[in-house]
């Protein structure tokens, strides 16, 4: 049971460049998200998926795009690359969206755009 | 407005003491979580505790408790007996209901964090 697991773990892009942030969650939750974390700031949340087959944009969507490609399944694509999305990308899963369920965390990709 | 406030940005404990991180929050909606995130320096995210709107107790989870105060609207993290490990940035979360109005249902919000420091 590996919970929610992401790769890659690093990555540097040059601007303009496009790529995808695969994430995968074995827990049979319905939701699933992305969120950013920037230097010295809390996680802002990009898209997510209430369920299997929907997507919805939270915070922060600009410059990315997500497919919800199964239940387990959540990629992020940036498609331009730009410096300003230097940053730490986690991916999340919960049971459904409710208030009172935790969220599950994978380890987080580290993004460099030069 | 933020939504969910951490006014110390450091915080130091002596090694074996009791810390209190503190968190305030702001929402309409009478339904929603508190929850604590822990972040080591490996970054990752690990969920320490939670907290319901309608809970009547406190929550506890080994060394660590909420101090949920709902009309004050604060729900700050106390961490008992401080060990070395302890060392990370801890950050404060909300999860707001159906009733939030918005689009992000089941969203986060977290708060800025709180590097927190053990001294041996």
């Known amino acids: 049971n590996a919970g929610v697991t992401q790769t890659p773990k690093f990555q540097v892009l040059k601007t303009g460049q496009s790529m995808t942030l695969q994430c995968a969650q074995d827990m049979n939750h319905n939701s699933m998200y992305w969120y950013r974390q920037d230097p010295g700031m809390g996680l802002r949340l990009i898209y997510y998926s209430a369920s299997e087959g929907t997507t919805d944009k939270g915070e922060v969507p600009n410059g990315y795009n997500v497919s919800r490609l199964n239940k387990r399944e959540f990629s992020l694509r940036l498609e331009s690359a730009a410096p300003s999305q230097t940053s730490v990308y986690f991916c999340a899963s919960s049971e459904e969206g409710n208030p009172g369920e935790t969220q599950y965390f994978g380890p987080g990709t580290r993004l460099l755009v030069l | 407005a933020q939504k969910i406030t951490q006014t110390q940005p450091g915080m130091f404990v002596q090694e074996k003491e009791a810390v209190t991180l503190d968190c305030t929050y702001d929402?309409?909606?009478?339904?929603?979580?508190l929850f604590w995130y822990k972040q080591p320096s490996s970054g990752e995210m690990i969920f320490l505790i939670y907290q319901g709107s309608y809970d009547q107790q406190n929550a506890t989870e080994g060394r660590y408790s909420l101090n949920f105060q709902k009309a004050r609207k604060s729900a700050n993290l106390v961490i008992s007996a401080s060990q070395l490990g302890d060392s990370a940035m801890y950050f404060c979360?909300?999860?707001?209901?159906?009733?939030?109005?918005?689009?992000?249902?089941?969203?986060?919000?977290f708060g800025q964090g709180t590097i927190l420091t053990v001294h041996p």
């Open positions: 929402t309409s909606d009478p339904s929603y979580g």
């Open positions: 979360a909300m999860r707001e209901g159906f009733h939030a109005g918005g689009t992000s249902y089941g969203k986060l919000t």
